[in-house]
């Protein structure tokens, strides 16, 4: 039974990846490429410049990620390169193949323990890592909610009528902020760790909540920006439209389990977006997987490639020289 669950998660994705890939073709049916490369090509340069800074923002808060919950875990020794390096690997891998299928763990678990960490450390660095981009996820959604409540009307194809109403919206994004309060209060009176059947979740002091409470948004804000650059500046698209419909999409292909969220997202932003040509607004998630996924999935690759070599070479020369005592630990690259 255990191993056929371990199936279940990559199959949903999977069918999740044939179902909204069906969907969106329906979609974009009479959608030429022609259309869509007038679209890439009328996009300033500039504007592929501030999508560029974007990316560096995403992926340089997502190595905060990792700097607070080592910091949580008393653990400084370690370098902001080698953190930089083993954070944008483990994004960069977990988010094109998936974390059921490539967990962020495995990557990190490889970094860390060449640096001293245990099993145990790890493992607490990668729930905090996770509970860190929800926190923001949460944060975001409250407050997009609670300033705009119409803005779920966008997704009336994909929502229940009742959560699309904007009273109904609105308490959401009041439910969704109050979550926060809790944990900021929690963190600040030093309440007892919350026990889940086997689990138990400490609140982190102050400072390190603070730190949560910045880098989380701060990486969705940049990926977001990514697409709201390439879209098309004379149609005035509201930033906080399009972070809203960031969210929503992201948020649905992370549930989905498919690889990339490949379908789900596309298929959940284009839904979103009727007021802006489906041309424009492709040839802004085109870009937005090139920046986000592609273009660092293969830097990830050589990366992975050149520590495995590093290591490999290491345990070579350990072996051939007992003698020699115990060998440093191999750089990442």
């Not at 199959?11 to 869509?36: C, K, P, Q, T």
């Not at 879209?231 to 990339?260: I, K, T």
């Amino acid at each position: 039974m255990k191993n056929a669950r371990e199936f279940i998660w990559p199959f949903i994705g999977l069918l999740a990846v044939v179902v909204s890939g069906w969907l969106l073709y329906r979609e974009l049916r009479g959608l030429s490429l022609d259309d869509v490369w007038d679209s890439l090509t009328a996009v300033p340069k500039e504007r592929y410049a501030f999508a560029g800074l974007s990316t560096l923002v995403a992926y340089a808060a997502l190595a905060w990620y990792d700097r607070i919950a080592l910091l949580h875990l008393g653990v400084r020794h370690i370098s902001w390169f080698f953190v930089s390096i083993t954070s944008f690997t483990t994004y960069a891998l977990s988010h094109n193949i998936g974390a059921s299928v490539f967990s962020g763990a495995l990557v990190r678990y490889r970094a860390y323990t060449s640096k001293g960490l245990s099993a145990s450390q790890i493992a607490v660095l990668v729930a905090l890592c996770s509970f860190t981009f929800g926190l923001g996820t949460i944060l975001l959604g409250g407050v997009v909610l609670t300033l705009d409540p119409t803005l779920l009307h966008r997704l009336e194809e994909l929502l229940p009528s009742a959560l699309t109403n904007p009273a109904t919206a609105r308490g959401v994004g009041f439910i969704l902020l109050g979550f926060v309060a809790l944990y900021v209060v929690g963190s600040i009176l030093h309440l007892p760790p919350i026990h889940i059947r086997k689990a138990k979740l400490e609140y982190p002091r102050p400072a390190i909540m603070g730190r949560q409470l910045v880098a989380a948004p701060l990486e969705l804000l940049g990926a977001a920006g990514i697409i709201y650059f390439v879209l098309p500046a004379q149609l005035e698209p509201s930033f906080l439209v399009v972070l809203a419909v960031f969210l929503a999409s992201f948020s649905a292909a992370l549930v989905s389990h498919a690889p990339g969220g490949l379908g789900v997202f596309e298929l959940v932003f284009l839904t979103a977006m009727p007021d802006i040509p489906k041309a424009d607004v492709l040839a802004a998630l085109i870009v937005f997987r090139l920046f986000y996924l592609l273009i660092p999935f293969a830097i990830s690759l050589v990366v992975v490639l050149l520590f495995e070599r590093a290591r490999l070479a290491q345990a070579w020369r350990s072996r051939g020289a007992p003698g020699d005592g115990p060998v440093p630990p191999a750089p990442l690259i």
